[in-house]
Structure formats: C-alpha cells, structure tokens
C-alpha cells in the first residue's frame, strides 16, 4: 500500500504535469542542472516532513486556524532549509535567491496537505509528501537536463559539447541561446506533458 | 519621478510576473478558461499585491532588516531578524487575503461565488509572495518605489492571465491533437507570448 | 479530541501561542548556530572579488575548503585597507615581490540589476592590474559574461589616462579596441551590461583620482 503511494506520483499523478501544481519553480530555476537538484531535493523534504508533521497534528489542529499552522509548519521547514543552504551551499542558494522563499507557496505542498496528510496516518503521508517531491523533482531534472546541455553545452558544470566545435574556436555549433531563457522552459513542459499524455493514451 | 515610471514599466513588461517569472502559474492555468473569471482574479490579485508588499516593505525596513531595529533603541542595531521574514510574508499575505475575501463577499457576491476557492488560494499565490520576496531582494528607495513596483506587478499579471484566457477561449475552436489539449496547449503559448514580452527588453525612459 | 474542545476558543487561542513559542524557538536556534558560518560565505566572497581581481587566489574554485584558502590568501596579499577619500575603501595588496597594487570597489546599475567589481591599479595609478566582474541578473550568455575571465583579462595593462588626462577606460562596440590603450572590446549583444560597466568603473574610479594622485 505504501509502495503504490510512493509511485503514483511519479507518472500517473505527476504532480506537475497532471495536477498542475508547483510550476512557478519548476521553470525558473531549471537553467542548470545544479540549482534544479538542490531545489528538488528541498521540496521533497518539505513536502515529505510537513505532510508528516501535520499529519501528526491532524486530531488535535482547531480548525479555525488549520491553514494559518499549514503556512507557519512550512515556513519554518523552508526557513531552515534556506538557512542550511545559505551555511553550507552558498553558491546555489544565491542561483536559487528568491526561489527558495517561494518553496512556501508552492502549491504541491499545501495541495498534498489538504487532499492527503490531514486525512492520513503519519507515515503514509510522509511517503506521500516525499513521493510527491520526487515527482515534482523529475520534472525539474529533465527540463534543466536539456536547457542546460542545449543552453551552455554543460551537464552539471562539466562540459559535454566539446569547445573545439563552438563557431568562435572555428567549429559550427553554437549554443541554444534560447534555451537559457524563461520562455523556453514552459515550452518544454508543454511537450514533456504532450509526451506524457501520448504515453498514458498508447499504453491504454 | 522618471525611476518611478520605470519601475512601473519594468514591472508590467519586461519584468512580467508570469513571464519572465512564471509566478502564480498555477492560478493562471487553473482560472483561465473564461476571460470573465479571469479578470475577476486578475483584479484581486492587483489589490492583494498592493496592500501586501508595501506593508511588507516598511516591516522589513523598520523591523527585520539588519540593523533596523536602531531606531527604537541604539543598542539593538546590532540585531538582524530578516531570517524571520518568510514568516512574517506570509501571515501578513493570509492575514489581508482573509480580508480582502470578507470585503468581496459583501461588495461582490458574484464574484465571490465565481472565483471560489480561487480567492482564499491567492494567499499561496507564488506572485504575491514572490513580490515581496523581490521586494526585499531589490532594496527600493522608498515606498512609493515600492508602490510603483507592485502596481505594475499586479497589472502586468491582471494583462497576462486575461490575455491567455481570450486566447484560450479562441482555441476551443482549433483542431489540437488530443495529448496537447488543454494544459499542453496552454504552456506552449504562454512561452511563445514570454517570447513576445521579451522584445520589451531594453526599454529606457 | 472532542470537537467541542476543539473548536473552543481557549484551546486556539493556546494551541496557537504553542505554535509561536516552540516556532520562534526553532527557529532563533539555527539562525544563531548556523550565522557564524553564513557570515563566513559572504565575507569569502567579497574577499576572493578582492584577490581575483589582482589575478590571486586561483585555487579558491577547486580547494576543498574555500573560506580557510580564502583567509589564508586574503591575509597574505592584502595588507592594509587604507581608507580613501570620504571614508571610501581601498584596498591595498602586497605581492610576492614587494610591489602594491591598489584594489578599488566597483558598483553600479546594470540592464536588469545591480553590478559591481574590483579593479587593480598599479602604484603609478595609472595602469589597470587587472579587474573582475560581477552581476546579479544580466541576461546569461549576453550582459551575464561580464563575470567571465574573456571580458576582464583584456583590462590588463589599459592605462585610466591619455595624456595626462583621466579618461578612465573605455568599453567600445565592434572590436574596435584593437590596440588602443583605453578601451577593451564589449559583448556583442550585451550592449547595455558593457555601456554600464564603462560607467561604472568612470564614476566609481574618479572619486579616488584626487586621493590617489596625492600619494
């Protein structure tokens, strides 16, 4: 039983790109691979300790202020989250600045919280928050995978498109300048959520 | 007064929250099938937006900033409570949605009834906290810096999320493959119309 | 729980003000324990901007432990930071074979945000050392490659002076700097970034001028 909530959102219910949930991020901080990652991994664990923490809560919360504990549950995960960064990954967290804060809002948190911790034992949700990170995190990884190897010619940092081959060094490739902008990423999670629609439709 | 104007211009164009952002996307997509919901939430969240981030600025400035609390007492200049503005964001965000939804009750009921769990929603709208997040990053003057900034936000948001809804309402007559349908669709637009709004780059008054 | 207790006031009102207390506790703890460290980040930036800029501290991006590299740099090279005009910082390097190079900060407007940097002069305060970059949201791949070593390293041995003249040092368009003294090449594409780079550097450099000459 714990199994299938941990798979489910990483296709049939991929938070992203069925639930449209948690865009804002998953487009802005995928230029590289790296920030991607970190804010990947972050997510999941907010998402996995506050679905846990309010699940414990979850008989003893008043509801007039349920929502109000939500915000301030997350809050305080992503503050430390952000604190940890800015300690020990200073580099990312100022790549990733303003996105980390926005952790709070992102709607898979709260959205995962109301349809499912509150009304859920705690380590069911915790599977739940987690595997919805995941989910989330995968969306991130292969749209920062080819913005950044079609944008910079980098994996990771490592370079990948060798430099003998840029026009500058005599070669015929240049980058994909496009690639590293805004725009190009919510076109690709246009045709990542084509691919998945046309999977689930063929394998029917 | 110039800088002013280029905040404002900043904002509604080349700075677009869902454009060059992607903040509140999710209301965006979820409420923008007819241009009438759309406006409807568009408008709120301008309110929302010019409420919010302007109070969040003089609470940051006078309270959490380091070294702000000074004025209050000189020995506490050495305090730096801006670790705690995420928080404070936040529950000053839910405290004037709750508000702004008690007010739209009674002055709109229709609208109230339209936007439905879109208006109490706008309190995680990723653009509401995003401006104030970017608020504190950019360090404007003064608050009607402030004001300018987060006027032109909301409308630069209110303009998108109405333009992609007259576009959405057109496309109910195309002939799209079904696995694009609806939310497919939907981005691949968008990113073509933050195409577009980047061709405001570079604007100077 | 029962409902009724649930939803009394009392039982909010004090859920709530546990809430506060045990949050602000968490909280007030892993911003004491953690901002001694995070303090360190910030000061090892601005530092390794310093070194960087007078062409040390090569090794800061592959060393393991970047801050104690960068103080043990940071303490080696930069003596003194004498404090120039107004209050305005200097910083004063000392190389391996006694000569000083003077390190002015840098900072001004870019297209989308703010930019800065270092530029090193040598002690006729004439010559560019050399300089470094940076920037906070320019455009990546155009404005955004101000950061990167093929725009700051043509700097090297520009002079700020054209017949005795303070003409600071030129960003020019179309690789035309070919040979001149007082100019290096700007992006292509990034015209704004590099138009704000050339002012900043002319705005920021030429409070020290009346300083530095007196020297």
Known sequence: MNKRIFLDPLFKNNPVSVLVLGICSALAVTVKMEPALVMALSVTLVTGFSGLIMSLFRNTVPNRIRIIVQLIVVATLVIVVDQILKAFAYDVSKQLSVFVGLIITNCIIMGRIEAFALGNKPLPAFMDGIGNGLGYGMILVIVSFFRELLGSGTLLGYRIVPQSWYMGNGGFYENNGLMILPPMALIIVGLIIWIFNAGKEWSK | ?205 | MDNKIRNGNLYTFLYAAAIVIVVAAILALTAQVLRPRQESNVRTETRLYILRSAGLAGGAYTVKDRNAYVEKEYNRYIKDTAVGPDGLPLFVCTLEDGSKKYIIPLHGTGLWGPIWGYLALDNDFETVYGAVFDHKSETPGLGAEISKEPFSEPFRGKSLYKEGEFVSVSVVKGGKAAGNPNAVDGISGGTITSRAVETMIRECVIKYIPFLKHE
Request: hydrophobic share 60%; net charge positive.
């Open chain 2, 1 to 205: 007064m110039e800088q002013i104007i280029n905040i404002f211009v900043k904002a509604v164009f080349t700075e677009n929250m869902v454009f060059a952002f992607f903040l509140g996307m999710c209301s965006y997509l979820a409420v923008s099938k007819t241009v009438k919901t759309a406006s409807g939430l568009g408008i709120a969240v301008v309110f929302v937006l010019v409420i919010t981030v302007p109070v969040n600025y003089l609470l940051y400035k006078y309270i959490l900033s380091p070294g702000a609390l000074a004025w209050l007492r000189p020995e506490w200049a050495a305090t730096d409570l801006s670790f705690l503005s995420f928080i404070v964001f936040i529950a000053v965000i839910a405290a004037i949605v709750q508000l702004v939804e008690m007010v739209v009750e009674k002055a709109a009921p229709g609208l109230y009834n339209n936007l439905g769990i879109f208006l109490p929603l706008i309190a995680v709208n990723c653009a509401i906290m995003g401006g104030s997040l970017f608020m504190q990053e950019r360090a404007y003057r003064n608050v009607w810096e402030v004001i300018s900034y987060s006027l032109g936000s909301g409308i630069g948001w209110f303009l998108a999320i109405v333009a992609i809804a007259a576009i959405r309402e057109k496309l109910g007559y195309s002939n799209i493959p079904k696995p694009l349908r609806g939310l497919g669709i939907t981005f691949i637009i968008t990113g073509l119309m933050g195409i577009a709004f980047m061709s405001f780059m570079g604007i100077q008054l």
